[in-house]
């Protein structure tokens, strides 16, 4: 399977300058460790990915031969955003410079980035894909 990926990037996805405001989450999803809904699990193909905002933090969902796993969409080399990178063998390659993190444990696996990706818990509800912030809890 031809691997899913966005062209090279100078500039992080995830600007920190604008984070995304908590008026743009709806009321009854304001609770850190409330799950959100992301996607039906059967819109999500094999190697693509959601993106949800969960009190400014953005998390990527994804589909890695039909489990899910989510991780925060924010490279630990430069803080650019992970989402749109070549997703291969489990891993997702940053587009700005190429450290590759394994999507199911969040594991650094190449430089230039040293440090974990966060992970969040996932779960199918009802059909739909579920993501939870549980940093927190
Ligand atoms: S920002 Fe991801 S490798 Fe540099």
Redesign the pocket.
């Known amino acids: 399977m031809e691997a899913l990926c966005a062209p090279p990037r100078a500039e ?1 996805l995830f600007d920190t300058r604008f984070p995304v405001s908590k008026d743009r989450i709806p009321p009854d999803r304001k609770t850190m460790s409330d799950w959100i809904d992301v996607v039906p699990a059967a819109e999500l193909a094999t190697d693509d990915h959601r993106i949800v905002d969960i009190d400014d933090t953005a998390i990527a969902v994804f589909n890695i031969e039909g489990e899910f796993f989510a991780i925060e969409d924010l ?1 630990t ?4 955003g ?1 989402a749109g990178g070549c997703v291969e063998n489990g891993q997702i390659i ?1 587009p ?4 590759h993190f394994d999507i199911r444990t969040g594991e650094a696996l190449t430089p ?2 040293y440090e974990p990706v966060a992970t969040f818990p996932v779960r199918i509800h009802e059909g739909m894909v579920q993501v939870r912030d549980d940093r927190d809890d």
């Open positions: 992080p490279c080399h430069d803080y650019g992970l940053c700005r410079h190429g450290a230039p980035a």
